[in-house]
């Protein structure tokens, strides 16, 4: 069964600095997501993306967030000068065109900001 | 903003009986959707049941079943014969135009 693939499943990066979390989504899929989890809090969405376009992000996508697709695979998150705050494990999901399609998820990438 | 309530941070259930996980929701639209997820140890979150608000029939997925009240915008989760491999994390989400909201999830046990 086709996957979501994340990589890498965990990032070290000192406060400031920028970190670029990638992931390819399931290949025939369109709409893709970002999602965060910080430990011991629930799963909060960040971003939708459709068409090479934000469709819907949450009121934490700031400045400081941005995404992109590069090329025809992978679908990147861009954290701009981290800060401790954004230690979490970050989700990418992917689904059908659809809305309410389900949404199938990577294993996630567990950022760890020091 | 949608919120999404699970009241229960901890269930336990033997193996072979049926447990209940509560899931609430607050929203004024009335076209949208609702899922449970589950989250294992692996991490990844994968899709148990969906339901669709405009259909007032509840969602059945093998074991997994739901009890959809729109009005008291309530969505429990129904486990029956419960395996070990049921224990897990489990989401309750809202989801409208492609904005999903997940509750804080529910960490269930299975006893042997």
């Known amino acids: 069964e086709p996957e979501v693939t994340q990589t890498p499943s965990h990032q070290v990066t000192q406060m400031g600095q920028e970190v670029i979390l990638r992931c390819v989504p399931i290949?025939?899929?369109?709409?893709f997501y970002w999602y965060r989890q910080i430990l011991g809090q629930k799963v909060e969405f960040l971003v939708s993306f459709y068409n090479n376009e934000i469709s819907e992000k949450s009121e934490i996508f700031d400045d400081q967030f941005s995404v992109e697709r590069p090329d025809g695979s992978n679908f990147t998150l861009k954290i701009r000068s981290t800060k401790l705050e954004d230690s979490a494990m970050y989700f990418c999901a992917s689904s059908e065109t659809l809305v309410g399609q389900p949404q199938h998820f990577g294993d996630g990438t567990r950022l760890s900001i020091l | 903003a949608q919120t999404v309530t699970q009241s229960q941070p901890e269930m336990s259930v033997q193996e072979a009986e049926t447990v209940t996980l509560s899931c609430t929701y607050d929203?004024?639209?009335?076209?949208?959707?609702l899922f449970w997820y589950k989250q294992p140890p692996s991490r990844q979150m994968i899709l148990v049941i969906r339901?669709?608000?405009?259909?007032?029939q509840n969602a059945t997925e093998n074991r997994f079943s739901v009890n959809f009240q729109k009005a008291a915008k309530s969505f429990s989760l129904k486990i029956s014969d419960s395996q070990l491999g049921d224990a897990a994390m489990y989401f309750c989400a809202y989801e409208r135009r492609n904005d999903m909201r997940f509750g804080a999830g529910t960490r269930l046990t299975v006893k042997p």
């Open positions: 929203t004024s639209e009335s076209d949208y959707y």
């Open positions: 290949s025939n899929h369109l709409y």
């Open positions: 339901q669709e608000a405009y259909k007032q």
